[in-house]
Nanobody, 123 residues
Framework: QVHLVESGGGSVQSGGSLRLSCAVSGNLYDHYSYAWFRHAPGKEREGVAA????????YYADSVKGRFTISQDNAKSTMYLQMDNLEPEDTAMYYC????????????????WGRGTQVTVSS
């Protein structure tokens, strides 16, 4: 069993930055991938960024490339999402997820999910 807890959400103005954290505990496996998804009202859930725990390979949605950075601190069992140059379109509930997946930005294969943290960007 894997337990995920997000933190770091909040309200910022357009162009601002936030760093989300995801504390990971439980039975962790090196072959897991960890990811951030977001879900805004009226929109489908979107895979934002993912990282493969063993290799550190990263994956990003086109909408956030160059603005968001996913990273992991294995010593702290924590995953991060640094979000820079935020736009109002980034407003959503952000969730972290973990699982053994073949398509890192697709939600269907992830087994474990946090409860989410809200990010609101005003213009």
């Amino acid at each position: 069993q894997v337990h995920l807890v997000e933190s770091g959400g909040g309200s910022v103005q357009s162009g601002g930055s936030l760093r989300l954290s995801c504390a990971v505990s439980g039975n962790l496996y090196d072959h897991y991938s960890y990811a951030w998804f977001r879900h805004a009202p009226g929109k489908e859930r979107e895979g934002v960024a993912a990282i493969y725990k063993l290799s550190g390979d990263t994956y990003y949605a086109d909408s956030v490339k160059g603005r968001f950075t996913i990273s992991q601190d294995n010593a702290k069992s924590t995953m991060y999402l640094q979000m820079d140059n935020l736009e109002p379109e980034d407003t959503a509930m952000y969730y972290c997820a973990a699982g053994r997946v073949t398509t890192p930005l697709e939600s269907g294969e992830y087994n474990y999910w946090g409860r989410g943290t809200q990010v609101t960007v005003s213009s």
